[in-house]
């Protein structure tokens, strides 16, 4: 028998909830990332979802005509650092990929900068499977730091269907290799890839948790231009997640993560905002605040979560949050505070700041 809901409290009385932490460890101090995008270089072949050109706006091939030290130079003549440390990160292709000449000439250029003290370290994202004993003694004279693995999937038929052409583990022994070698350790999933469904989703999610990477990344998957998963978009073989699937989607993994002490440093696709690349996502979820949508979701469910067990209908409610979490807690277009009013029946609903409360917390205050 369902437990009846509680009489209100007073009108001088407050809850204070948190919002779900499985402890969370403290991730470094986020570094100023310099993107180097070198779109498809390294690339075997073509993934089914990617179309880099397109999402940057670099030509593919970025990098060359223009050197690191140029490029890093300009960024920060208009990008003042206003806090370290200072990161060249290498996006967009499959830089263990490259030649060996190719990655000891882009490191070099950047280990050139972080000599200079304009930059601390490099970092450089990757497929698992160019992560080998070989490549990572390519890298071992310069100053990378942090290796990001593009797993994307760890359930094979989800590799598969998406053309990556590796398998789950492969992520596994690049992870175990890039610990062997003392490399900060980063994991790009995607979520809504072909033939993925929710709890291929969940397992990525706990297979990815299981590496205890230092970082995780949660892309959802888009259909863009001159990829070939427009054309399975075009014939109906391939429909993208809705906007609302994905941030739902997300947030299953997001919490996973969190209460494995995991910090998940993206959610939602970096999208240039020229007008004519962005139209470049012929569909899927793509919004400017994918990860804003998730966070909202999540203090949505915790504030319904501690106000279903009270007897609250027509009565006014006052959600207060720290001044860096209020435009969560009233949602996308106070889209939360409408929707707790319309749920439980409410007179009103209002969200203040409060300074005095910790991040992840909540105060909920029920009055008639």
Known sequence: ???????????????????????????????????IFIPHRGCPHRCSFCNQSAITGAPETGGGSISVRQQVHR??????????????????????????????????????????????SIRFSTRPDTITESTLGWIRPFPVRTIEVGAQSMVDRVLY?????????????????IRKYNYAAGVQIMVGLPGESETDARFTGTAVTALEPDFVRIYPTVVVAGSPLAKAYTTGEYRPLRLDEAVARTKILFLMFRSAGIPVIRMGLHVTSDPDLTGAVLAGPIHPAFGHLVWSEIFLDTAAGAIEHYDVAGSRLVLAAHPSNVSRL?????DNLTTLKQRFNLKSVDAVTDSR???GEIRIRIAE
């Not at 509680?6 to 991730?27: F, L, N, S, V």
């Not at 269907?161 to 290799?177: C, F, N, P, V």
């Not at 009233?330 to 106070?334: A, E, I, P, V, Y």
């Open 161 to 177: 269907l998406s053309g990556r052409g590796h398998r789950e583990k492969d992520t596994r022994i690049a992870m175990e290799r």
């Open 75 to 120: 960024f920060l003549s208009h990008c003042k650092p206003d806090r370290s440390p200072v990161e060249i990160a290498f996006f967009g292709g499959n830089f263990l990929g490259l030649s060996r000449r190719e990655v000891e000439f882009f490191l070099g250029e950047a280990a050139t900068v972080v000599a200079a003290g304009a930059a601390d």
């Open 357 to 359: 409360l910790e991040k």
């Open 1 to 35: 028998m369902a437990t009846p809901p509680m009489a209100a409290p007073g009108k001088h009385t407050a809850i204070t909830i948190r919002i779900p932490d499985g402890g969370i460890r403290k991730p470094a101090p986020r570094p100023l990332v310099i993107p």
């Open 330 to 334: 009233q949602g996308h277009r106070c």
